[in-house]
């Protein structure tokens, strides 16, 4: 991924965050332990299973369509995130052969079972990661991570990279396309080149740090990280919805609902 | 590279979360009790400079491939180790978040993979004694290069160990070591020659940067040497004990894919495991349901004598243990180093 579509894709998900929809007013807390709990929930599920797995698309989707975020954006991002498990994945159907269920002619491996498993797995949790962050926003999950517990030093940290983010990569973006003037016909700088871009890059990332620490000391930094906009409390909101959540989560875990839903379908044709 | 979701089981996840939450907070009491505040801006400042320099790709002479900095190493050269595993650990996140880079849940072990081996164990052990004080451009290059193949191979190893010990992908233990650690070497590779070059560059302009840096971290060389240890040690006899198991089983799981067919079929079976499963929690490991589909007529001529009847009991009890000693040794580790830091304190 080039800077710019880097940058672009964090500023994208930064102001679908900035919404203000019921969902994203939730406390941050509730929306994060949903999401775990959807996480341990999907993955502990047997790796041949594969129509188990719809009934969860209903978490990913319930976030999108309450935080209206576009569904396109978070399928963009799965697409983009699936290359390594496709490539660990892909072993499954040429490892497991065993015949496990015969579609009419079509006999179906574990193997190809547990490929379509991994793939469906790979494209829930990523979908709901980035919806989370979509619908909760960078600073608010932070927040919630400290109030549950993460050391504050961690959390100043991750606060001061994601400001600097931007900067530096503002910057980086400036260096290349000076550079891509300079040099139109190659399109990748060599190791020669590399070393002195990042190396200027690099001693431009120090000083700033030396300035930004000047700056902080000027308005009076303690350490820790000022919160702004309003502090939510976990109310009777946030016990709703991981109530809803959790118990969905629970029942999908533990009934087969797509083999219930046919067993009635079934039974209404017999 | 990347650890992902979905090859993992919750409970390795789990157990890699839990290990990562206790570095973390290792290197943050670590942070604070320097009391340099300097630290943070420049922290965080390097964290956004690893993050663009990723994004930047030079090419590979000879070969048509590209390569980038990783950052694990030059972070450990710059910040000290402490520092370097909450900053590398900050970029993790961002990109698990952001961009779906390995996941949530896999997160702990993406930063355990890519950022204690090289900031714990390749920095204090290799990179700093072959770089020495006064490093040479040779010594620099070499101790680079060294420092960070091992600490990329030991990565990969970690995903290969994860990957396994979760269960959900076919690929052998042997030959997704082959796939990977060889990659790995050439990832490894281009890493210590960026970061061998990129020291040696600000060695030649900024001589004050190492100067400055090296107090502060090598105050107390060896605690962090000793609890990292600790923790690596539990953490591969966690997996290693884990992995031993799932050989036999691997056996038993070709015989059970057998009768694997009719647990997708008989709603008894699907509602009977998961029952078992929320009563213990270690229904969460990935074999845990066949048991219940495990049938005697699936078991061939050669092995009845032994497997069908102990092996599950076995295979639960040998992975509960697994776990709990897992935990227990977290605790105890974390313990230690509590009481270390309450005595030095003191002292």
Request: charge should be positive; glycine fraction near 10%.
């Amino acid at each position: 991924m080039s800077i710019e579509n880097a940058l672009f894709e964090l500023r994208r998900l930064d102001e679908l965050a900035r919404q203000d929809t019921p969902l994203h007013r939730l406390d941050a807390r509730a929306k994060v332990l949903a999401t775990v709990f959807f996480l341990i929930s999907l993955l502990s599920l047997n790796r041949y299973e594969v129509a188990r797995l719809l009934p969860y698309a209903a978490f990913p989707w319930l976030l999108a369509v309450l935080g209206n975020i576009p569904l396109a954006v978070l399928f963009r991002r799965a697409a983009l995130a699936l290359p390594f498990v496709l490539m660990v994945g892909l072993f499954n159907p040429l490892l497991d052969r065993t015949v496990l269920v015969h579609f009419g002619p079509l006999a179906v491996t574990g193997g190809m079972l547990s490929f379509t498993s991994i793939v469906l797995r790979a494209i829930l949790a990523v979908t709901t990661g980035l919806a989370l962050v979509a619908v909760t926003g960078f600073d608010n999950i932070c927040r919630a991570l400290g109030r549950m517990g993460l050391p504050s030093v961690f959390l100043v940290q991750l606060q001061f990279l994601y400001r600097y983010i931007f900067v530096l990569a503002a910057e980086a973006t400036r260096m290349m396309h000076a550079r891509s003037l300079r040099c139109a016909k190659s399109s990748r700088p060599s190791l020669r080149e590399y070393r002195s871009l990042l190396g200027c890059l690099l001693l431009r990332t120090l000083d700033r740090a030396g300035r930004v620490h000047q700056a902080m000391l000027c308005r009076g930094f303690d350490g820790s990280m000022p919160g702004y906009g309003h502090t939510t409390s976990f109310g009777a909101a946030e016990v709703r919805f991981c109530l809803v959540c959790g118990l969905y989560l629970v029942a999908v875990r533990i009934f087969d609902l797509p083999l219930l839903l046919g067993g009635l379908a079934g039974g209404l044709f017999r | 590279m990347h650890m992902a979701d979905a090859l993992l089981s919750p409970t390795v996840g789990g157990v890699m979360w839990g290990a990562t939450a206790c570095l973390l907070g290792y290197a943050s009491s670590k942070l604070k009790a320097e009391k340099d505040d300097s630290r943070i801006p420049l922290m965080g400042v390097l964290g956004a400079f690893i993050f663009a320099a990723q994004m930047i790709n030079f090419s590979i002479p000879g070969t048509g491939s590209s390569g980038h900095l990783g950052g694990g190493l030059i972070l450990a050269a710059l910040l000290g180790p402490h520092a370097a595993f909450l900053t590398i650990a900050s970029v993790l996140a961002v990109q698990a978040l952001f961009f779906a880079d390995g996941g949530l849940l896999a997160m702990g072990c993406n930063i355990f993979n890519l950022g204690f081996f090289p900031c714990y164990l390749a920095y204090p052990l290799i990179y700093k004694p072959l770089a020495g004080a006064v490093s040479s451009r040779g010594r620099l290059m070499a101790a680079s290069l060294i420092a960070a193949v091992a600490g990329l191979q030991l990565g990969a190893f970690g995903v290969v160990l994860q990957t396994t010990a979760s269960g959900i992908s076919e690929l052998p233990f042997s030959s997704f070591v082959m796939l990977m650690q060889p990659i790995h070497l050439g990832i490894g590779v281009v890493e210590g020659v960026v970061t061998a070059l990129l020291l040696g560059f600000l060695h030649r302009v900024r001589p004050e940067l190492f100067g400055a840096a090296r107090p502060a971290t090598a105050s107390r060389p060896l605690r962090p040497i000793i609890i990292g240890l600790a923790l690596a040690a539990m953490l591969v006899g966690g997996s290693m004990s884990w992995f031993a198991s799932a050989d036999p089983d691997g056996l038993e799981w070709a015989m059970a894919k057998v009768s694997g067919k009719e647990e997708l079929h008989a709603p008894e079976a699907g509602i009977h495991g998961t029952l078992d499963a929320l009563q213990k929690r270690i229904a969460f490991l990935p074999d845990y349901n066949f048991k219940s589909t495990e049938e005697p007529e699936a078991v061939p001529a050669g092995n009845e004598g032994n497997t069908p009847e102990p092996w599950p009991n076995v295979a639960v009890g040998t992975s509960l243990s697994g776990v709990l000693g897992g935990f227990m040794t977290l605790c105890l580790a974390g313990l230690l180093g509590f009481a270390v830091r309450k005595f030095h304190a003191k002292a």
